[in-house]
């Protein structure tokens, strides 16, 4: 990989940026390049790198942004005179991996539980940021990232919302929990979860629907009470627990492979990579 393609990559991870990686992997016959050409394709659309131009890299670019949208990977062949109409006569392979936005998690609430999730996420590939508006509740933290909220109203600025965030919510206050929740509704995420009794979430669930403010398929996206049932009792145990689902979720991943080759009706099965039964997989025409 070139250092101008690296830096963009770094560049688009820092922005919190998706795009995706396409690399030759094979090559036969005459091609416009070998093995080892790359190009980056941002989610808009624009490109650096090539891998040859013309019908072949206009076909990869929109695979690419298949790719981004699904966040997915794609092994896809191309034959050059017969997929795409050019004289080189030579086929192609390249491998499209989507550049995923790393995951940030946003911990709402400083308490015992959330300082000890802090402490095993900031071990793990999450960004963490830990918000909590009570005077001091930070003190005797130690390399630990922080960030606050002093108004339940609203969400700071910089707490960026996307589809790879994660929320957290466990403060100390049950009103304070579910306006967090309120306001999280509206915000593009992966994973929230609310930590809570089990008669905390039927009173919560009636409050949200009697109210409006959400409807039973938003209030089933959200995990509460929060993580994996494991019997935790500890704000060590419960931090366990809820880094273990967000590990769950993280780690469900899905590619795309190609069953044959490119061409406009191709077929590529989309294959959950915690399955082994490729006939089980359903099948999508790109």
Same mark, same amino acid.
């Given at each position: 990989?070139?250092?101008?393609?690296?830096?963009?990559?770094?560049?688009?991870?820092?922005?919190?940026?998706?795009?995706?990686?396409? %690399?030759?992997?094979?090559?036969?016959?005459?091609?416009? /390049?070998?093995?080892?050409?790359?190009?980056?394709?941002?989610?808009?659309?624009?490109?650096?790198?090539?891998?040859?131009?013309?019908?072949?890299?206009?076909?990869?670019?929109?695979?690419?942004?298949?790719?981004?949208?699904?966040?997915?990977?794609?092994?896809?062949?191309?034959?050059?005179?017969?997929?795409? #109409?050019?004289?080189?006569?030579?086929?192609?392979?390249?491998?499209?991996?989507?550049?995923?936005?790393?995951?940030?998690?946003?911990?709402?609430?400083?308490?015992?539980?959330?300082?000890?999730?802090?402490?095993?996420?900031?071990?793990?590939?999450?960004?963490?940021?830990?918000?909590?508006?009570?005077? #001091?509740?930070?003190?005797?933290?130690?390399?630990?990232?922080?960030?606050?909220?002093?108004?339940?109203?609203?969400?700071?600025?910089?707490?960026?919302?996307?589809? #790879?965030?994660?929320?957290?919510?466990?403060?100390?206050?049950?009103?304070?929990?579910?306006?967090?929740?309120?306001?999280?509704?509206?915000?593009?995420?992966?994973?929230?979860?609310?930590?809570?009794?089990?008669?905390?979430?039927?009173?919560?669930?009636? /409050?949200?629907?009697?109210?409006?403010?959400?409807?039973?398929?938003?209030?089933?996206?959200?995990?509460?009470?929060?993580?994996?049932?494991?019997?935790?009792?500890?704000?060590?145990?419960?931090?366990v627990s809820i880094a273990a689902r967000l590990?769950?979720?993280?780690?469900?991943?899905?590619?795309?492979?190609?069953?044959?080759?490119?061409?406009?009706?191709?077929?590529?099965?989309?294959?959950?990579?915690?399955?082994? #039964?490729?006939?089980?997989?359903?099948? %999508? %025409?790109?």
């Amino acid at each position: 990989m070139t250092t101008p393609l690296l830096r963009s990559i770094l560049k688009l991870r820092d922005r919190r940026e998706q795009g995706a990686l396409c %690399t030759i992997v094979k090559t036969e016959g005459s091609t416009p /390049l070998k093995a080892g050409a790359q190009m980056l394709v941002r989610s808009d659309g624009s490109i650096e790198g090539t891998i040859g131009g013309g019908a072949l890299e206009y076909a990869v670019i929109q695979q690419a942004l298949t790719a981004i949208s699904l966040n997915a990977h794609q092994l896809v062949l191309h034959r050059l005179t017969r997929d795409h #109409n050019m004289c080189c006569g030579g086929t192609v392979q390249v491998y499209i991996e989507a550049l995923e936005v790393p995951p940030q998690c946003f911990i709402f609430g400083a308490g015992h539980v959330g300082k000890a999730l802090a402490v095993v996420l900031s071990t793990l590939d999450f960004e963490v940021a830990v918000i909590d508006g009570r005077p #001091n509740i930070f003190d005797g933290w130690k390399d630990l990232p922080s960030s606050f909220i002093l108004h339940p109203s609203s969400f700071p600025p910089s707490l960026v919302w996307d589809s #790879n965030t994660y929320a957290i919510i466990t403060t100390h206050s049950h009103p304070l929990d579910r306006e967090i929740l309120r306001l999280a509704l509206r915000q593009p995420f992966k994973y929230c979860g609310m930590i809570g009794s089990k008669r905390k979430v039927i009173v919560t669930r009636k /409050l949200f629907l009697e109210r409006g403010w959400a409807t039973e398929e938003e209030l089933d996206r959200i995990d509460m009470p929060i993580g994996i049932d494991i019997a935790a009792e500890s704000p060590a145990e419960i931090a366990v627990s809820i880094a273990a689902r967000l590990i769950e979720i993280k780690n469900r991943k899905e590619s795309l492979r190609v069953v044959q080759d490119f061409s406009p009706s191709s077929t590529f099965q989309l294959l959950n990579s915690d399955s082994t #039964n490729d006939l089980a997989c359903a099948s %999508t %025409t790109i």
